[in-house]
């Protein structure tokens, strides 16, 4: 994964990037989505390789592309070919990568996911399209998980799902101890890594872990000393887009939250919506009336400023 960054573009740079790369790449999607101006969806017109451009409201200019050398070509086209060095990371390959999904999500669990992805098992994640599972919809994503997960096996993969009763019980006894999200989700990483490498009966004593940067503290490398201290572990910010197995993670991850969120509706017989959007608020309110506190706290996620909304 190869991403280009830039702040505060102009209306008129704007216009012209969305104009030639519209042009350039092969079947072109413009798609809407939240904070952004545009999302371009397309290919390499010879590779084949995805591409993800994201025109954010603020000028924010996101471009990620499968690898390198198509960064490159998609550069070329915006004249940008000096600035590659700058935005292309080289970095060391790590063969397990974890990711988490519905951190932001009001109704629903947190899910913790770990993968391990071989050097020679990249061309799975490539014939299967696995990317940032941001950059994915959520129908591809059910699609090709299993999948993934079948080709890598069952050893490679580990995941925790967190349902919200569950899980505001759990964030309630940490902030009672002066402990808020991220103690909780790096306990929730650590449990994944150490099933993970239970599972694999393997102790692994070299730099061998990404995941995906969530806090600046020290939280992910405590819990991990507590449950799994021979693992080594490495932090980076979108890493997703840089690391292979963070991306299965992410893909994995995000796949077993929509199975747990089909299973919560089911039960509750509500029609949760995703996100944190005036919907969910809509949601939240229909469900307190009827069902009060009790009902939420299986449902959603209490610490969320949303609850004040709702139960007004």
Not at 79 to 103: I, N, Q, R
Not at 171 to 182: C, I, T
Not at 257 to 271: K, N, P
Request: proline fraction near 4%.
């Amino acid at each position: 994964m190869a991403v280009h960054k830039d702040l505060k573009l102009t209306p008129s740079v704007q216009a012209q990037r969305k104009e030639r790369l519209s042009a350039w790449v092969s079947s072109p999607q413009l798609k809407t989505e939240q904070n952004c101006s545009y999302r371009l969806d397309g290919v390499h017109p010879t590779s084949k390789e995805k591409i993800l451009v994201k025109q954010y409201r603020n000028g924010t200019y996101t471009l990620q592309t499968q690898s390198d050398a198509c960064l490159v070509d998609a550069l070329g086209v915006l004249g940008l070919k000096s600035t590659v060095e700058a935005s292309v990371a080289h970095t060391a390959y790590f063969p397990y990568g974890a990711d988490e999904s519905g951190k932001g999500d009001y109704f629903g669990p947190l899910v913790t996911a770990c993968v391990q992805v071989k050097e020679s098992q990249l061309p799975i994640l490539k014939r299967l399209g696995i990317t940032d599972s941001k950059a994915m919809t959520d129908a591809k994503i059910k699609e090709v998980a299993p999948q993934l997960v079948d080709a890598l096996g069952i050893e490679q993969v580990a995941f925790l799902v967190l349902m919200p009763e569950g899980y505001n019980r759990q964030y309630d006894a940490l902030k009672a101890q002066g402990k808020h999200l991220n103690h909780l989700l790096a306990m929730m990483h650590a449990k994944t890594v150490a099933g993970l490498m239970q599972k694999q009966g393997t102790l692994i004593d070299t730099p061998c872990l990404m995941v995906d940067q969530f806090t600046q503290g020290p939280h992910l490398l405590d819990a991990l000393k507590e449950h799994a201290p021979q693992v080594k572990v490495s932090q980076s910010t979108k890493a997703e887009l840089s690391h292979p197995a963070v991306a299965a993670a992410s893909v994995v991850a995000r796949y077993k939250f929509l199975q747990s969120m089909a299973q919560l509706r089911e039960q509750s017989g509500y029609d949760l919506p995703l996100g944190a959007s005036a919907k969910v608020v809509s949601m939240g309110k229909q469900v307190f009336r009827a069902e009060g506190y009790d009902g939420l706290r299986k449902a959603a996620k209490l610490h969320f400023k949303t609850t004040i909304e709702v139960t007004q």
